[in-house]
């Protein structure tokens, strides 16, 4: 018998012992969770952001006049080589500002929220999915926005229904010359259920209504 072999017999032999009087086992559940709650970067978003709210109006949460903390670097840097899943495209790091929003999570996925600000129109929200297992970002997606810009301004307004499901209802407005000096305010009003899963969202149309509104 060579000598490693010799060797770990009697470690074998500890373990084996310390197992069979229940001194030793091994639970993947607990042993998931326990790399997941030292994660490093689980930790940092868990202390410095919210976990997210049942409802959540944009406009109120995140106006323009409400200066919003950059993202620490650290993260940003995991974050912005990943493919956005909706819009096939990566963040602009190199011409907007990031911030962080809220988390929230389940076994497998700690699930945070960044702002993205455009200083020419508008904030939008991004879905960063971060696997516990695999202690890796899977994918970042598309989420809403707040804003407006030269005749056209949007916001939206959450509501959840579960922690996987939600209905956001977003209302877009446009405005349009007329040539007697009077415009059209077209209104839209769009109903969405949105459904969580670990790697992207599954958005589904609810309801459409468009109003127009003749000012002078």
Known sequence: MKLQQLLILPLLLVVNLASSFGYYSIDENKSDLFYANNDTLINQIRETTPVRKKLLDYEK?????????????????????????????????????YSLLDHFENKQTFYFRVIEENEYCCRIIYLVYYDKLTSQVSSISYFGIYGGDGGWETTS????????????????????????????????????????????????????????????
């Open 61 to 97: 949460a995140f106006p323009f006049k409400l200066s919003l903390t950059e993202m620490p670097t650290s993260i940003l840097e995991l974050i912005k080589y990943t493919e956005i899943e909706n819009l096939n495209n990566t963040l602009d790091t190199s011409l907007k500002r």
């Open 157 to 216: 307004t959450e509501s959840w229904e579960s922690e996987s499901i939600l209905t956001l209802k977003k209302l877009v407005i446009n405005d349009y010359d007329n040539i007697d000096d009077s415009y059209i305010e077209k209104k839209d009003s769009l109903t969405y259920r949105y459904e969580i899963l670990s790697s992207k969202i599954n958005v589904t149309l609810l309801d459409s209504v468009r109003t127009e509104t003749v000012i002078r």
